[in-house]
């Protein structure tokens, strides 16, 4: 009865064209939108973080804008969401920069890069240091908005069929690993492979790739990695503070009222928190499942080993800057705001975690 007269006294032509939240009539859909990714529907962490990006701008919008999220290859394939929101098939993609590298070289600076920045040195130069404005620039060329949309932290360095013991040990490797991770794996010896999540476990399983890198324990143990491989290695050197994206095609996102412009911005900023605290929580909590329950062996890669990779990472990854006018304005801001930044990080967080540590 209450419910009744509620719906009564809200109007009966609105609650109709909406949906009852929290005892509040919500609006009709005023922009339908859809969301393509690149991870498996529902994937936990990468999946479940698109879901949740998508259902705050409904609640932020009070139901103005609808957003139905799409998997890999339920409206398009994993690698194709970027052409697809670029030219208008989707108004949003959920996926990570570095997967354009064909696009822009430029574009793997706004993910990953090797021996880079941690999630909260990445958060500072993208929101404080000039580095989102860059990511703009590069995608103004696709007719996309950037946008962060989560942090997965550092990286685990990867399953291995075999222990990694020596430089030598990468050599004829075959590992799937994307972006700049992936040149320096070349650089190395071994032989990088692209492969969206979906691939992944029976790519590794049949042989066809002798490692992967993935995320870390809570995605790895969800994808079932360790059947698949013996080894797990950290850190994860190629990935210090991964940042994932929602890109936006850029005629739909300005259609949009200046009002809902900014709640979609500040949606995304939320996302991009929300994923990085879920992630340090579930990790470590896999990590023990898979070490206790499952008896992965865990290991760190050898220091001459992370040595070598960190010369061949500033090589490759001053090279890539050569290439073009934009991917060399994003490299000097990136190299610079480290420059810095690692100075601040060394005598605040590394110290603190060091001394933390004594017993």
Same mark, same amino acid.
């Given at each position: 009865m209450k419910r009744r007269q509620f719906i009564q006294g809200a109007g009966a032509a609105t609650v109709a064209a909406g949906t009852l939240v929290s005892g509040k009539a919500m609006a009709a859909p005023e922009y339908k939108w859809k969301m393509v990714t690149t991870w498996p529907k529902n994937f936990p962490g990468l999946g479940t973080g698109a879901n949740h990006l998508a259902d705050m701008i409904k609640q932020m919008t009070n139901g103005r804008i609808e957003v139905k999220v799409y998997g890999a290859g339920e409206l398009v394939g994993a690698l194709e969401i970027f052409d697809a929101v670029s030219r208008g098939t989707a108004e949003m993609g959920h996926g990570a920069a570095y997967y354009w590298k064909g696009k822009s070289t430029a574009a793997q600076f706004f993910s990953a890069v090797p021996f880079g920045l941690t999630a909260q040195e990445m958060n500072g130069w993208l929101y404080h240091g000039g580095g989102m404005e860059l990511w703009q620039e590069v995608y103004d060329q696709f007719g996309l908005v950037a946008g962060a949309a989560g942090n997965t932290g550092v990286q685990m360095g990867g399953w291995f069929n075999k222990e990694i013991n020596s430089v030598e040990d990468l050599k004829g490797l075959k590992m799937r690993i994307p972006g700049l991770g992936g040149e320096v794996l070349k650089r190395a010896g071994g032989t990088p492979v692209l492969l969206p999540g979906g691939e992944i476990f029976p790519? $590794?399983?049949?042989?066809?790739?002798?490692?992967?890198?993935?995320?870390?324990? =809570?995605?790895?143990?969800?994808?079932?990695?360790?059947?698949?491989?013996? =080894?797990? =290695?950290?850190?994860?050197?190629?990935?210090?503070?991964?940042?994932?994206?929602?890109?936006?095609?850029? &005629?739909?996102? &300005?259609?949009?009222?200046?009002?809902?412009?900014?709640?979609?911005?500040?949606? $995304?900023?939320?996302? @991009?928190?929300?994923? $990085?605290? &879920?992630?340090?929580?579930?990790?470590?909590?896999?990590?023990?499942?898979?070490? @206790?329950?499952?008896?992965?062996?865990?290991?760190?890669?050898?220091d001459d080993v992370m040595r070598k990779l960190r010369e061949i990472s500033d090589e490759v990854v001053a090279e890539e800057a050569q290439k073009d006018a934009i991917t060399k304005k994003v490299y000097d801001s990136f190299v610079a705001y480290r420059a810095q930044v690692e100075k601040w990080t060394a005598v605040a967080e590394q110290a603190y975690i060091n001394g933390r540590s004594l017993s």
């Open positions: 790519s $590794l399983q049949s042989g066809a790739i002798d490692a992967t890198e993935w995320v870390g324990p =809570y995605n790895d143990l969800a994808f079932g990695l360790h059947k698949a491989a013996k =080894y797990y =290695y950290y850190p994860g050197w190629h990935e210090p503070g991964t940042t994932l994206e929602c890109f936006i095609n850029k &005629e739909a996102f &300005e259609a949009l009222p200046d009002d809902l412009q900014a709640i979609v911005r500040a949606a $995304l900023r939320v996302a @991009n928190q929300d994923m $990085l605290a &879920e992630s340090m929580v579930k990790n470590n909590r896999a990590l023990e499942q898979l070490v @206790n329950e499952h008896g992965v062996e865990l290991r760190n890669f050898p």
